[in-house]
């Protein structure tokens, strides 16, 4: 079946089934959350840019979150060996992305002239890569597990 | 749904990765399948039939005990 969104999709008929019901989840959910906001703002009060925000970050929020456990980005994982080398690469790839990241604000945002200004520069730059990691690994630890059941 | 994918396809020797790369699906969908937890579009069911050299009714016809 054709749809402007099939670039968002897998080939795979398995994993897009479950990416077009996450997508599904996710609209709905959103839908849900306009509503209560719709209905509750008089007393919350929330501007139009947070109200925004709240949506795109629900739908984003449930279906990286589903997809992460659903234990479908690595589907032909099966040894432990390549398990291995991908933990490895995962935290190559968090490493990289810290430093990257660190380099590039430096050079490009501003040095930071304080102590407090560099302990929010490494927080951002620790915390983003460790939850990369952490997502990316879970993820695989998920996807490794299913996969060896289902041999 | 119970089905006979994965005695077919070790009669013939064959691994789920091979018959996945052969049907263009991962290795993981092959796995659903033979263990009953994925039922696969017919488009699907006709690729593997083809690929193991067997019918529809031999793969996924539920014979009922008597």
Known sequence: MKSWMSFLLSNDEYKRLKMLHFYAEGGV???????VLFLTNDYFGLGPDVIVLLGMMVFIFYVSTRYMFAGIEYPDMTSEKSYRKEVRVTLMRSVTFLGIFSGFYLLLVDIPTTAEAWIDLAGIAIITSVVMFVSTFISLKRSYKKNRELL | MKNNVKITRMKLSITQQHLARKVGVARQTIGLIEK???NPSLKLCIAIAKELDATLDDLFWEEEAE
């Open chain 1, 29 to 35: 959910l959103l839908f849900i959350a306009m509503l």
């Open chain 2, 36 to 38: 009953g937890q994925y």
